[in-house]
């Protein structure tokens, strides 16, 4: 058996006298698609922020493929492999669809400050090579047809999508998408569920935060179900599915027959 790609040993964030996430500890294994499920309330965003260094654990620990990066800032975690997009969009509007997703590529950037000055022929080259990787990553997602509009002339679904093209600009080994099909229409998230399906495939590992249980079912390898901070239950998508515990805190006999 692989060493898990992440593992998290009772890992709790408190703010004031309440634990958001309370001695949670799970593995992610590389390659594979990870969902983290629960109620409004259960700590799934506060999980990913202390995931991906926004927030600091109260106590706990997180090894990214058998390294300790507890506690480490976000750029130092997507240096290591680590990208992610957010509940809300973080799209600049002032720029295009491709230098959006272009600006994603910035830690890999060969040219540094002196060279940029300067104008050197290496930093058109670069140039280049980044609109042609940035346009390669729209129509991997699926909005290619956007590679020449401005990011305010797009429609939500497709920026939710160029939300993620700009998280793989840093070619992540595992991508933390925070609720990707929220607001979307059932086409839209079609969309997204064969995204995160070809991500996958391509060798990245999803970890994915959403409410859409139809969504969730479908693509995951593996549930994690949290209620109020601490983990309800977890396994495949049948084993959660048909937990008594998981239909009574949160899918209910409604949201049981919805997915």
């Known amino acids: 058996m692989n060493a898990p790609q992440l593992e998290v040993t009772a890992l709790s964030k408190a703010f004031g006298g309440i634990h958001a996430v309370d001695q949670l500890s799970f593995e992610i294994e590389a390659g594979k698609v990870h969902s983290i499920i629960g109620p409004n309330g259960a700590g799934k965003t506060t999980l990913l922020n ?7 654990p109260s106590s706990g620990s997180v090894r990214l493929e058998g390294s300790d990066v507890t506690g480490l800032e976000p750029h130092e975690l997507a240096a290591r492999g680590m990208a992610r997009t957010f509940q809300n969009l973080q799209i600049f509007f002032n720029m295009s669809a491709l230098e959006n997703v272009m600006v994603g590529r910035h830690l890999r950037e060969r040219s540094g400050w002196f060279t940029a000055m300067l104008r050197f022929p290496r930093l058109t080259a670069g140039e280049r090579e980044s609109r042609e990787e940035a346009a390669e990553l729209m129509r991997f997602v699926g909005v290619g047809e956007y590679i020449d509009a401005d990011a305010d002339a797009m429609p939500y679904g497709a920026l939710k999508r160029l939300e993620i093209a700009r998280a793989l600009g840093s070619k992540p080994k ?4 925070d609720e990707p099909a929220a607001g979307l229409n059932p086409t839209e998230t079609h969309d ?12 990245v590992t999803v970890v994915l935060v959403e409410h859409n249980m139809r969504l969730v079912m479908g693509v995951s390898d593996h549930i994690v179900v949290l209620d109020y901070g601490r983990k309800l239950c977890e396994g495949s998508a049948d084993h959660v599915r048909s937990d008594p515990r998981v239909i009574e805190a949160y899918l209910g006999s409604e949201g049981l027959a919805a997915c």
């Not at 202390?50 to 600091?56: D, I, K, S």
């Not at 997204?192 to 060798?203: E, K, P, Q, V, Y």
């Open 174 to 177: 595992m991508l933390l998408l």
């Open 50 to 56: 202390l995931l991906t260094g926004v927030y600091a």
């Open 192 to 203: 997204i569920d064969t995204l995160i399906t070809r991500l996958a495939r391509s060798g």
